[in-house]
């Protein structure tokens, strides 16, 4: 499981056109799954990306998890995370999850957020969407359940 992490002042997402989703100050979550990943990896991801220490303390240093700086989070499912562009110019997406289970490994994942005690919103799975977002920072991470 795959997570672009982007911390934002705010950001939203749009389907037809129609505002699904947005957030002010919090973390914009770009989620892949991918083949193997387990309601496990959703946990510890979740946990990860709510605890991790990226926003800053009164003193402007990175030492706030987004609960603590009281911001909230926007998972967007996104199996392109799962491109493997070793060959060719055509990304392969073999490896991402079937829909089924990465949808269902997505929702786990935003579950365990909202159980962390962040508010979370989504993103309209499988759906064309639009993100819109404002970078804070820019603070962009990419972390991968296998290497945690």
Same mark, same amino acid.
């Given at each position: 499981?795959?997570? @672009?992490? $982007?911390?934002?002042?705010?950001? &939203?997402?749009? =389907? ?9 100050? /919090? +973390? ?5 799954? =991918?083949?193997?990943?387990? !309601? ?7 946990? #990860?990306?709510? !605890? ?5 303390? &009164? *003193?402007?240093k990175?030492? +706030?998890? *987004?609960k603590?700086?009281?911001? #909230?989070?926007?998972? *967007?499912? $996104?199996f ?5 562009c070793?060959?060719?110019?055509? %990304? ?5 999850? %079937?829909?089924? !289970?990465?949808?269902? @490994?997505?929702?786990?994942?935003? !579950?365990?957020?909202?159980?962390? /005690?962040?508010?979370?919103?989504? /993103? ?5 969407? $639009? ?13 991968? &359940?296998?290497? +945690?």
């Amino acid at each position: 499981m795959k997570a @672009l992490i $982007q911390r934002v002042s705010k950001a &939203s997402v749009t =389907v037809d056109c129609d505002e699904v989703a947005s957030i002010d100050k /919090g +973390l914009l979550i770009f989620l892949g799954v =991918v083949k193997g990943d387990t !309601e496990a990896e959703a946990l510890t991801l979740a946990r #990860k990306c709510c !605890e991790l220490r990226i926003f800053e303390d &009164s *003193v402007g240093k990175m030492n +706030l998890s *987004v609960k603590d700086a009281g911001g #909230k989070v926007l998972a *967007v499912s $996104q199996f392109t995370l799962a491109a493997d562009c070793k060959k060719g110019r055509r %990304p392969s997406f073999d490896d991402a999850a %079937p829909p089924d !289970e990465a949808n269902a @490994l997505y929702e786990r994942f935003c !579950e365990f957020c909202r159980a962390g /005690g962040v508010e979370t919103s989504t /993103g309209r799975f499988a759906a064309h969407m $639009q993100v819109a977002l404002t970078n804070d920072g820019p603070v962009t991470i990419m972390l991968d &359940s296998s290497a +945690l």
